[in-house]
């Protein structure tokens, strides 16, 4: 029998969900595997020579391959923020990121209705094994969010080794209590993952598994702590870029073995071929460490580089392998697919339900998409706006020109971006709001 629940958010979410006896019936599993600093550039079925992601690669060719996936923030917190609630970040607060030293007491508005809780309404398994980021607090625990489990750490990054923050404080977590382990932490989270996995395998679950990896420190799987408990300076020696380069690019190639791990328990587990598995990153790359396929920008910066990222999903006999999608998709579609696809129907979400995409290979329908950290964009169709800026990214999408001879279509974005402006403005929730801070880069 259906049931109406109404959520009570910075927006309204009405959800129509089946009881949780019928939605335990043949419900798909999700996997959302989320890869930190990551561009557009560094896969190398994204054009790379230098990085080997032969699993990705692989994922890519037996699903379908985004050449146009945005994740909503240029930085870390926000994106998390619209992947959790569907929204715009700026609705639930999270304007920039959430700063393991001068944050602490942050996080995102508990006003907010996340995935994880919208799915457990269908009776979903949740789970969260990697970063946070969306508070310290124990009121912003992802156990207090929706997720049955959490394992990983609440801040910006760790130490792959000692699992310190750069704030000096220890953060591997077990659910709500901090709980000291030994490992990389790439290594811990494919290892969580898998069993997360094989205990859940007979029920349906979703499992976000939220790499820090390439994230900076750039320390590989045969390297060392480079933070040490106590020293609250949490400083990490020196690097030239290119050990920095020859460390991410180890990184990488380690988080697609993960990846790889991750599809071949799935495998072995008996239900591939009812599990939606979906990669992506959370923004654009670090300046001078990682690749931006030649787009204009890179992390914290709202042209391309700082937030079209990989984008990848692999369902075996729902999704079409050997796909190229160039339809505009954006992070926080995540949301109403995965609801939809558990038999729940939700409204008063920005973003929208991707199965014509992913199953039909129909068309979106036309839409704006926003983005704001420091300066602002919004595109519409092949035109984007970034403040006064007008590009045509069909023609240029390195955004090289601005298009000086369309004065109109100029006037009526910048129209639609103070309508946005206005919207999200009214509706964000004031006490959780962040603003920029000097130091997001290293966050």
Same mark, same amino acid.
């Given at each position: 029998?259906?049931?109406?629940?109404?959520?009570?958010?910075?927006?309204?979410?009405?959800?129509?969900?089946?009881?949780?006896?019928?939605?335990?019936?043949?419900?798909?599993? *999700?996997?959302? !595997?989320?890869?930190?600093?990551?561009?557009?550039?560094?896969?190398?079925? #994204?054009?790379? &020579?230098?990085?080997? +992601?032969?699993?990705?690669?692989?994922?890519?060719?037996?699903?379908?391959?985004?050449?146009?996936?945005?994740?909503?923030?240029?930085?870390?917190?926000?994106?998390?923020?619209?992947?959790?609630?569907?929204?715009?970040?700026?609705?639930?607060?999270? =304007?920039? @990121?959430?700063?393991?030293?001068?944050?602490?007491? %942050?996080?995102?508005?508990?006003?907010? +209705?996340?995935?994880?809780?919208?799915?457990?309404?269908?009776?979903?398994?949740?789970?969260?094994?990697?970063?946070?980021?969306?508070?310290?607090?124990?009121?912003? =625990?992802?156990?207090?969010?929706?997720?049955?489990?959490?394992?990983?750490?609440?801040?910006?990054?760790?130490? #792959?080794? /000692?699992?310190?923050?750069?704030?000096? #404080?220890?953060?591997? $977590?077990?659910?709500?209590?901090?709980?000291?382990?030994?490992?990389?932490?790439?290594?811990?989270?494919?290892?969580?993952?898998?069993?997360?996995? %094989?205990?859940?395998?007979?029920?349906?679950?979703?499992?976000?598994?939220?790499?820090?990896?390439?994230?900076?420190?750039?320390?590989?799987?045969?390297?060392?702590? *480079?933070?040490?408990?106590?020293?609250?300076?949490?400083?990490?020696?020196?690097?030239?870029?290119?050990?920095?380069?020859?460390?991410?690019?180890?990184?990488?190639?380690?988080?697609?073995?993960?990846?790889? +791990?991750?599809?071949?328990?799935?495998?072995?587990?008996?239900?591939?071929?009812?599990?939606?598995?979906?990669?992506? /990153?959370?923004?654009?790359?670090?300046?001078? !460490?990682?690749? +931006?396929?030649?787009?204009?920008?890179?992390?914290?910066?709202?042209?391309?580089?700082?937030?079209? @990222?990989?984008?990848?999903?692999?369902?075996?006999?729902?999704?079409?392998?050997?796909?190229?999608? &160039?339809?505009? @998709? @954006?992070?926080?579609?995540?949301?109403?697919?995965?609801?939809?696809?558990?038999? !729940?129907?939700?409204?008063?979400?920005?973003?929208?339900?991707?199965?014509?995409?992913?199953?039909?290979?129909?068309?979106?329908?036309?839409?704006?998409?926003?983005?704001?950290?420091?300066?602002?964009?919004?595109?519409?169709?092949? $035109?984007?706006?970034?403040?006064?800026?007008?590009?045509?990214?069909?023609?240029?999408?390195?955004?090289?020109?601005?298009?000086? &001879?369309?004065?109109?279509?100029?006037?009526?974005?910048?129209?639609?971006?103070?309508?946005?402006?206005?919207? !999200?403005?009214?509706?964000?929730?004031?006490?959780?709001?962040?603003?920029?801070?000097?130091?997001?880069?290293?966050?």
């Amino acid at each position: 029998m259906l049931k109406k629940i109404e959520i009570s958010t910075a927006v309204t979410l009405m959800l129509t969900a089946f009881t949780a006896t019928a939605a335990a019936a043949g419900k798909p599993n *999700f996997i959302v !595997i989320v890869a930190d600093d990551l561009g557009y550039g560094d896969l190398s079925c #994204y054009g790379s &020579d230098s990085i080997r +992601t032969p699993r990705l690669d692989r994922m890519a060719e037996e699903g379908v391959r985004f050449t146009d996936f945005h994740s909503n923030g240029t930085l870390c917190s926000p994106t998390r923020a619209a992947l959790m609630t569907g929204q715009y970040q700026q609705r639930s607060g999270v =304007n920039g @990121v959430i700063n393991a030293k001068s944050g602490r007491k %942050q996080g995102m508005s508990l006003a907010s +209705t996340t995935l994880p809780e919208v799915l457990k309404k269908a009776d979903y398994r949740t789970g969260l094994v990697g970063k946070w980021h969306l508070g310290y607090a124990l009121k912003f =625990n992802p156990r207090n969010r929706g997720f049955d489990e959490f394992v990983g750490w609440t801040s910006g990054n760790v130490d #792959y080794f /000692s699992h310190i923050d750069q704030g000096g #404080y220890e953060d591997w $977590w077990r659910d709500r209590q901090k709980t000291p382990e030994e490992g990389y932490a790439t290594n811990l989270i494919t290892d969580h993952s898998v069993r997360f996995l %094989q205990q859940n395998k007979d029920h349906p679950f979703f499992l976000m598994v939220a790499h820090g990896a390439p994230h900076y420190p750039y320390q590989t799987p045969d390297g060392k702590a *480079f933070r040490r408990p106590g020293d609250k300076r949490a400083q990490v020696p020196g690097q030239s870029e290119a050990e920095k380069q020859r460390a991410y690019t180890q990184m990488v190639e380690h988080l697609d073995r993960s990846v790889g +791990t991750l599809i071949d328990t799935v495998e072995q587990l008996g239900i591939d071929d009812n599990t939606l598995i979906v990669f992506l /990153s959370d923004n654009g790359p670090i300046p001078n !460490i990682g690749s +931006t396929g030649g787009l204009r920008g890179a992390k914290k910066s709202v042209y391309e580089g700082g937030h079209r @990222v990989p984008g990848v999903a692999r369902w075996p006999g729902k999704i079409a392998p050997h796909t190229v999608s &160039d339809e505009l @998709v @954006v992070g926080m579609d995540l949301f109403p697919t995965l609801a939809r696809l558990a038999g !729940i129907e939700v409204s008063g979400t920005d973003g929208v339900d991707l199965a014509p995409v992913l199953f039909e290979k129909r068309p979106l329908a036309s839409r704006t998409v926003y983005w704001k950290y420091s300066r602002q964009a919004l595109r519409k169709g092949e $035109w984007k706006l970034v403040d006064d800026e007008l590009y045509n990214l069909a023609d240029d999408p390195a955004e090289t020109h601005e298009v000086a &001879d369309q004065p109109e279509r100029k006037r009526e974005l910048q129209k639609i971006m103070s309508a946005y402006n206005a919207d !999200i403005d009214k509706q964000v929730e004031v006490t959780a709001r962040l603003l920029p801070a000097a130091n997001d880069a290293a966050n």
